[in-house]
C-alpha cells in the first residue's frame, strides 16, 4: 500500500472544505465547516485562507448582534474556475460550459458526429472558442472566459480507454473506431481533458451540487440511443475494471421470449434501444416521418404520445415496463437509497414510462422498500453538463486526491 504523505493530506482537505462550501450555496461558517469536515479550527482557517487568496471562495462578514470580530460567511466564486464540457453520441454533438458549481452558462448543439473525427474535433474546438469569445465579450471583454477555462470533459457512450483518451468501440458511431480523442483535442485547444462514459458523467452532474448526503448510494438509469447504469457510492462511481460497468443492453427482462444475437432471451436493449422503439411504433401503426433522425422521431412518438394516441402510449409503456424490471434487477444488485432515471431519451418517455421504472424499482426485496424514484432534473444535455462536471471532478474532488 502506498504511504500518503503530509502534502496529500493537506491537498486532501483543502478539496474537502472546498466542497463543504460548494455544497452551501447560501453561505457556510467556519464553525459549521470545522463540524462538517471533521477538521481544527486552525486547519480549516489556513485552508480557507488559501482559498480566498485563490479566488475560489469570497468570505463576507455576517451581520450579528455578537461584540468582536464578526463571522465570516463564505461562498465560492462560481467563475473562479469554468469547465467545457463534449457529449458525443451517435444523435447529436453538444458542447457546453460550466462554472465551477456546474451550471451551465453557454452552449452549442451541432450536427451529430459523422465519419470523420479530425473534422468533428474540429467543429468542436470551434464551438468552444465561439462559446468562450460570446461569455468574454458579454463581461467587458477582458478575457475573463478564456482565463477561467481549465479543461474539458468528454463524455462518449460504450468502450472506452479512459487512461488513454481513447474512443475504442462505440455503437452507432461507425466512423470512430480507435480514436485518440482526447489528444485531438489537447491539439486543437491546448486544453487538459478527460475523457469517461455518458452513463458516469451523467450521474457526475446529478452528485455534484450536494442536493443529496455524499454517502448515498445511488442508481442512475441512462436512456439514449441505448441504455446503460451507473452506480455511485461514497460520492464514488463504480467504474469497474475497464469502465464497462453498467452495460445493461443485455440484461435479460423476462417480458418475452424472443432471442437477442447474444443468445439470451427478452434483453433489455431490444425494449429500449432507440431503433427497436421506432421499429415497434411503426408496426403499431404510429406515422412517424420516415427521413427524419431517430431522436427526431422519438420526440415525435413522445408528442403523440402526449395528445392521447393509444399506440404510441402503449409502445413507450412497453419500453417503461422493460425499464422497470431493469430497475427491479439493478436495485436488488445495489440496494441503492434512490434511483434517479435521465439520459437524452428520456424527456420523451417519461410521462408514460415512469409509473412502470417506479413500480419495478420497488418490487425489489419483495416490495418491502420505500424507494426514491426521480426523473432526472438536467434535461437532454446531462450528457455535456455531466461531461463538464467530471473535469470539475477529477480537479477539485476529494475522492480523487
Ligand atoms: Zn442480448
Redesign the pocket.
Known amino acids: 500500500m502506498r504511504a500518503t504523505t503530509m502534502p496529500q493530506v493537506g491537498a486532501r482537505n483543502e478539496l474537502i472544505v472546498l466542497r463543504a462550501i460548494r455544497v452551501s450555496p447560501e453561505g457556510v461558517e467556519q464553525s459549521d465547516l470545522m463540524d462538517r469536515c471533521g477538521l481544527s479550527r486552525q486547519a480549516v482557517s489556513q485552508i480557507t485562507r488559501r482559498l480566498i487568496e485563490r479566488g475560489l471562495v469570497d468570505a463576507q462578514p455576517l451581520h450579528t448582534r455578537r461584540r468582536g470580530k464578526p463571522a465570516m460567511s463564505m461562498r465560492v466564486e462560481p467563475r473562479a474556475m469554468l469547465a467545457a464540457g463534449v457529449h458525443l453520441d451517435p444523435a447529436h454533438l453538444t458542447v457546453t460550459v460550466v462554472d465551477m458549481l456546474a451550471r451551465p452558462i453557454g452552449k452549442r448543439t451541432l450536427e451529430a458526429p459523422g465519419d470523420d473525427p479530425e473534422a468533428d474535433v474540429d467543429r468542436i474546438g470551434a464551438a468552444l472558442e465561439d462559446i468562450v469569445r460570446e461569455l468574454d465579450q458579454l463581461d467587458g471583454g477582458d478575457q475573463w472566459a478564456a482565463a477561467a477555462l481549465q479543461g474539458i470533459g468528454v463524455a462518449v457512450p460504450g468502450a472506452l480507454d479512459a487512461a488513454g483518451g481513447k474512443v475504442l468501440n462505440p455503437p452507432w458511431l461507425p466512423g470512430w473506431r480507435d480514436v485518440p480523442l482526447l489528444d485531438l483535442l489537447r491539439a486543437r485547444t491546448g486544453l487538459e481533458a478527460v475523457l469517461d462514459k455518458d452513463t458516469n458523467a451523467a450521474l457526475t452532474a446529478e452528485c455534484w451540487p450536494g442536493r443529496f448526503p455524499g454517502a448515498e448510494t445511488v442508481l442512475y438509469l441512462y436512456v439514449g440511443a441505448g441504455v446503460g447504469s451507473s452506480v455511485a457510492g461514497d460520492g464514488t462511481i463504480h467504474r469497474g475494471a475497464t469502465v464497462q460497468a453498467g452495460e445493461i443492453g ?1 440484461l435479460p427482462t423476462g417480458l418475452d421470449d424472443s432471442r ?3 443468445g ?1 432471451l427478452s ?1 433489455l ?1 431490444r425494449h429500449t434501444d432507440i431503433e427497436r422503439v421506432l421499429e415497434r411504433a411503426r408496426a403499431a401503426g404510429v406515422p412517424l416521418d420516415a427521413q427524419a433522425r431517430p431522436a427526431a422521431s422519438l420526440a415525435q412518438l413522445g408528442s403523440r404520445a402526449a395528445a392521447g394516441d393509444e399506440a404510441a402510449r402503449e409502445v413507450i409503456a412497453g419500453v417503461g415496463r422493460a425499464l422497470g424490471e431493469a430497475a427491479r434487477t439493478l436495485v436488488s444488485i445495489h440496494d441503492p437509497h434512490r434511483v434517479i432515471i435521465g439520459g437524452p431519451s428520456w424527456e420523451h418517455l417519461e410521462e408514460v414510462a415512469m409509473p412502470a421504472v417506479v413500480a419495478g424499482a420497488r418490487r425489489a426485496f419483495d416490495g418491502s422498500h420505500d424507494l426514491a424514484v426521480v426523473s432526472s432534473e438536467l434535461g437532454d444535455d446531462v450528457g455535456a453538463i455531466g461531461a463538464a462536471t467530471l473535469f470539475l471532478e477529477r480537479r477539485l474532488s476529494p475522492a480523487l486526491s
Do not use: L, S
Open positions: 443485455h437477442c444475437p447474444c439470451r434483453c436493449g
